[in-house]
C-alpha cells in the first residue's frame, strides 16, 4: 500500500521559515502530481501549491512569494519551503499525491504565533 510521510511541522513565530517533507514509499506507479493541501480549525481543506511531474508549479494567492514547491521524482518526496510565515498559515498540512490512485499523508501541524 502507498504511503506518505510528512514532516517538518512545528511551532514558528511570525516571520519564521518551516520546511515541510513528505516522502512516498511502495510508490509502483508513476506519480504525475504532488501538492500539498492545508486545513485551518473549522475550514475547508485547501490547496497551498502544487508541482506536475514536469516541473510545472501552482500555488494559492495566499501564499504566492512566500511558499516553494519543490519535488525529487527519483525518491517520490516533495517538499514545500514557507517563509514570512504568518499566523494565518496554521494548519494542518497534508501531501497529497495523483498517479493511477490518489494518496494521501497523515498530515503534519504547522502553528504560526503572532
Same mark, same amino acid.
Given at each position: 500500500?502507498?504511503?506518505?510521510?510528512?514532516?517538518?511541522?512545528?511551532?514558528?513565530?511570525?516571520?519564521? =521559515?518551516?520546511?515541510? =517533507? &513528505? $516522502?512516498? =514509499?511502495? /510508490?509502483?506507479?508513476? /506519480?504525475? *502530481?504532488?501538492?500539498? *493541501?492545508?486545513?485551518? #480549525? +473549522?475550514? @475547508?481543506?485547501?490547496? %497551498? $501549491?502544487? /508541482?506536475?511531474?514536469?516541473?510545472?508549479?501552482?500555488? $494559492?494567492?495566499?501564499?504566492?512569494?512566500?511558499?516553494?514547491? =519543490?519535488?525529487? %521524482?527519483?525518491?517520490?518526496?516533495?517538499?514545500?519551503?514557507?517563509?514570512?510565515?504568518? #499566523?494565518?498559515?496554521?494548519?494542518? *498540512? *497534508? &501531501?497529497? $499525491?495523483? +498517479?493511477?490512485? /490518489?494518496?494521501?499523508?497523515?498530515?503534519? @501541524?504547522?502553528?504560526?504565533?503572532?
Amino acid at each position: 500500500q502507498v504511503q506518505l510521510v510528512e514532516s517538518g511541522g512545528g511551532l514558528v513565530q511570525a516571520g519564521g =521559515s518551516l520546511r515541510l =517533507s &513528505c $516522502a512516498g =514509499s511502495r /510508490i509502483r506507479v508513476s /506519480i504525475v *502530481y504532488m501538492a500539498w *493541501y492545508r486545513q485551518a #480549525p +473549522g475550514k @475547508q481543506r485547501e490547496l %497551498a $501549491a502544487a /508541482i506536475t511531474s514536469g516541473g510545472a508549479t501552482n500555488y $494559492a494567492d495566499s501564499v504566492k512569494g512566500r511558499f516553494t514547491i =519543490s519535488r525529487d %521524482a527519483a525518491k517520490n518526496t516533495v517538499y514545500l519551503q514557507m517563509n514570512n510565515l504568518k #499566523p494565518e498559515d496554521t494548519a494542518v *498540512y *497534508y &501531501c497529497n $499525491a495523483v +498517479g493511477s490512485d /490518489i494518496y494521501w499523508g497523515q498530515g503534519t @501541524q504547522v502553528t504560526v504565533s503572532s
